[in-house]
């Protein structure tokens, strides 16, 4: 479903802002996808910048209508669309990994930012948009992103980006359509096992200072688990702790 109908743009600001414009005023296919060629200002999360070199990256929105689920399991799409964007590209290369909430690394160096957009009807879901921008083919980064990489950086090979969204959105498809038959334990599985550092003793910084953790996963809201050296258990939501390099 997802990627069946597709609608190229040269250029737009944001293809997130442009699906958006879009569902207002028209009646949308449940997984249309809109890709641009170039997107000159495209959103990460909290307010956060996407640097991506015209035509040599993956920036797309995939609208969908998953009235099926739940507010209290909404990160549960966030765990599928983000084990979609890794399934393929672990078909690539190795050390694919999932940074929390769902920024997608090649060992230590992000390639891909998922930026999910929910509307609600009541208890449900009633649209989302979600936008991804992925490195593909990009060489050479100018920001001041602190780690990015390519796909083709590492693989040191060159993609067809057609067929690269195509295979991909396969598989965010696939990962959607077992979040709609309600199978939460694999998606919850797979997530925490593609979790980045996941059981490995790192430096987090949290209001408290600095301090040394072992990330032990992500609970059914999307909170992150992280033990200390006394043994203790934090919960962690969105911009509460933070990942030292």
Same mark, same amino acid.
């Given at each position: 479903?997802?990627?069946?109908?597709?609608?190229?743009?040269?250029?737009?600001?944001?293809?997130?802002?442009?699906?958006?414009?879009?569902? =207002?005023?028209?009646?949308?296919?449940? /997984?249309?996808?809109?890709?641009?060629?170039?997107?000159?200002? /495209?959103?990460?999360?909290?307010?956060?910048?996407?640097?991506?070199?015209?035509?040599? @990256?993956?920036?797309?929105?995939?609208? =969908?209508?998953?009235?099926?689920?739940?507010?209290?399991? #909404? $990160?549960?799409?966030?765990?599928?669309?983000?084990?979609?964007?890794?399934?393929? =590209?672990?078909?690539?290369?190795?050390?694919?990994?999932?940074?929390?909430? @769902?920024?997608?690394?090649?060992?230590? *160096?992000?390639?891909?930012?998922?930026?999910?957009?929910?509307?609600?009807?009541?208890?449900?879901?009633?649209? *989302?948009?979600? /936008?991804?921008?992925?490195?593909?083919?990009?060489?050479?980064?100018?920001?001041?992103?602190?780690?990015?990489?390519?796909?083709?950086?590492?693989?040191?090979?060159?993609? &067809?980006?057609?067929?690269?969204?195509?295979?991909? *959105? =396969?598989?965010?498809?696939?990962?959607?359509? #077992?979040? +709609? !038959?309600?199978? $939460? #334990?694999?998606?919850?599985?797979? %997530?925490?096992?593609?979790?980045?550092?996941?059981?490995?003793?790192?430096?987090?910084?949290?209001?408290?200072?600095? $301090?040394? /953790?072992?990330?032990?996963?992500? &609970? +059914?809201?999307?909170?992150? !688990?992280?033990?200390? !050296?006394?043994?203790?258990?934090?919960? %962690?939501? $969105?911009?509460?702790?933070?990942?030292?390099?």
């Amino acid at each position: 479903m997802i990627g069946s109908t597709l609608i190229r743009i040269a250029q737009t600001s944001s293809t997130n802002n442009y699906a958006a414009n879009q569902l =207002l005023t028209k009646r949308l296919t449940d /997984g249309i996808v809109f890709v641009a060629d170039s997107q000159i200002d /495209g959103r990460g999360q909290a307010l956060s910048k996407w640097e991506s070199e015209s035509g040599k @990256n993956l920036t797309f929105s995939i609208v =969908l209508f998953p009235e099926f689920l739940e507010i209290s399991s #909404q $990160f549960e799409l966030s765990k599928a669309i983000s084990l979609g964007v890794a399934d393929y =590209l672990a078909s690539q290369t190795n050390e694919v990994a999932i940074k929390w909430p @769902n920024d997608i690394y090649l060992g230590d *160096c992000k390639v891909a930012g998922i930026l999910i957009e929910n509307s609600v009807r009541i208890r449900t879901i009633s649209s *989302c948009i979600v /936008g991804i921008g992925l490195n593909v083919n990009q060489q050479v980064f100018t920001s001041d992103a602190p780690n990015p990489i390519s796909l083709s950086q590492v693989t040191g090979k060159i993609y &067809d980006l057609e067929d690269f969204l195509a295979e991909l *959105c =396969l598989k965010i498809d696939g990962r959607y359509q #077992q979040l +709609h !038959r309600g199978d $939460f #334990q694999k998606i919850d599985a797979d %997530y925490n096992n593609r979790l980045y550092r996941r059981e490995i003793w790192s430096k987090y910084s949290d209001e408290d200072g600095d $301090f040394d /953790g072992k990330l032990l996963g992500v &609970d +059914h809201t999307g909170q992150l !688990r992280i033990e200390t !050296r006394s043994g203790k258990v934090n919960n %962690y939501q $969105f911009k509460e702790v933070a990942f030292r390099i």
